[in-house]
């Protein structure tokens, strides 16, 4: 990233930080902001909560669309190292497009240390670093309690946002993560975590494969997405996952009606695709084995 140390901001993980950004934006005359079409609920909630409107952008085999957002949107939420839950990551091209527009783009990049396959792309926030805010947290890497998170923010921004988040993170909390940064135990702990999460990977995916099946989207993250081809069938398999004590989500779960939207005919667009979001990092190491053959017995044939 290109951060100097006093654009850097301190959150209480990353919805904190987004309640403050949207606060801050809407304060700034902000109306709109654009969202991919598939991704949390929790974080359209929360824009909509500070009192923006909504905008969808589909999201295809090379991420957002981002020329659908350009227009009548203020700013863009984005996952572009590893779409969520989609699991693409964002064409060149369309990083050019983010970069190059004039609104504010909010970069969530939720997973960025867990690439397996390559090493992970450059922040988008190098691109255009006085429009771009960058948004990283501990939650993948150390824990989702711990509720850490920091924002790059652009200078023009900062005083806005800072002035939004007055009420972060303990200082305890915050002292004891730059010790374990400082101390390369971080370091450590992110190369050990992501050593067993791709031996994870690439169990689910030997499994799924020997069941005729595959996973889409790129070798990173903490889930990974079977997709199918009908919505009733990923409603069957869910229904059957619960009965087996299995938390899966599928990817209707996942995305925007239009309900969510104003003026926005086009959300229909997205597609209404159909699959589940596996989430294998949460399972401990000695259930891992169990809850891989629990999925396995649950799921259809090719699909």
Same mark, same amino acid.
């Given at each position: 990233?290109?951060?100097?140390?006093?654009?850097?901001?301190?959150?209480?993980?990353?919805?904190?930080?987004?309640?403050?950004?949207?606060?801050?934006?809407?304060?700034?005359?902000?109306?709109?902001?654009?969202?991919?079409?598939?991704?949390?609920?929790?974080?359209?909630?929360?824009?909509?909560?500070?009192?923006?409107?909504?905008?969808?952008?589909?999201?295809?085999?090379?991420?957002?669309?981002?020329?659908?957002?350009?227009?009548?949107?203020?700013?863009?939420?984005? %996952?572009?190292?590893?779409?969520?839950?989609?699991?693409?990551?964002?064409?060149?091209?369309?990083?050019?497009?983010?970069?190059?527009?004039?609104?504010?783009?909010?970069?969530?990049?939720?997973?960025?240390?867990?690439?397996?396959?390559?090493?992970?792309?450059?922040?988008?926030?190098?691109?255009?670093?006085?429009?771009?805010?960058?948004?990283?947290?501990?939650?993948?890497?150390?824990?989702?309690?711990?509720? /850490?998170?920091?924002?790059?923010?652009?200078?023009?921004?900062?005083?806005?946002? %800072?002035?939004?988040?007055?009420?972060?993170?303990?200082?305890?909390?915050?002292?004891?993560?730059?010790?374990?940064?400082?101390?390369?135990?971080?370091?450590?702990?992110?190369?050990?975590?992501? /050593?067993?999460?791709?031996?994870?990977?690439?169990? /689910?995916?030997?499994? !799924?494969?020997?069941?005729?099946?595959?996973?889409?989207?790129?070798?990173?993250?903490?889930?990974?997405?079977?997709?199918?081809?009908? %919505?009733?069938?990923?409603?069957?398999?869910?229904?059957?996952?619960?009965?087996?004590?299995?938390?899966?989500?599928?990817?209707?779960?996942?995305?925007?009606?239009?309900?969510?939207?104003?003026?926005?005919?086009?959300?229909?667009?997205?597609?209404?695709?159909?699959? /589940?979001?596996?989430?294998?990092?949460?399972?401990?190491?000695?259930?891992?084995?169990?809850? !891989?053959?629990?999925?396995?017995?649950?799921?259809?044939?090719?699909?």
């Amino acid at each position: 990233m290109t951060a100097d140390p006093a654009h850097i901001v301190i959150c209480a993980g990353f919805a904190h930080g987004l309640a403050g950004i949207s606060r801050a934006l809407r304060a700034a005359g902000a109306r709109t902001l654009a969202v991919e079409a598939y991704g949390h609920q929790a974080h359209r909630d929360i824009a909509t909560a500070q009192g923006l409107r909504l905008r969808p952008v589909p999201v295809d085999g090379m991420g957002a669309v981002i020329g659908a957002a350009t227009t009548e949107a203020d700013a863009l939420l984005l %996952t572009p190292a590893h779409q969520f839950p989609l699991g693409v990551t964002l064409h060149p091209r369309r990083r050019r497009e983010a970069a190059d527009w004039g609104g504010v783009v909010i970069e969530d990049d939720y997973d960025g240390e867990f690439r397996y396959d390559r090493q992970p792309v450059g922040a988008l926030q190098t691109l255009a670093p006085d429009h771009v805010i960058y948004a990283g947290t501990a939650s993948k890497s150390l824990a989702p309690g711990l509720r /850490l998170g920091w924002l790059v923010v652009p200078p023009r921004l900062l005083d806005a946002v %800072t002035a939004e988040l007055a009420a972060g993170p303990s200082a305890l909390d915050q002292l004891t993560l730059a010790e374990f940064i400082t101390s390369g135990g971080y370091d450590r702990q992110v190369r050990r975590a992501r /050593l067993a999460y791709r031996r994870r990977r690439d169990r /689910l995916t030997a499994a !799924l494969a020997a069941r005729g099946l595959r996973v889409t989207g790129i070798a990173a993250g903490l889930h990974a997405v079977l997709e199918f081809s009908r %919505t009733d069938l990923e409603r069957a398999v869910l229904a059957r996952a619960s009965q087996h004590g299995l938390a899966i989500e599928g990817l209707e779960q996942h995305r925007a009606g239009v309900a969510h939207f104003r003026h926005a005919p086009e959300v229909g667009n997205a597609g209404d695709r159909a699959g /589940l979001v596996i989430g294998y990092g949460r399972p401990p190491e000695h259930a891992f084995t169990m809850a !891989l053959a629990r999925l396995c017995a649950i799921l259809p044939g090719e699909s």
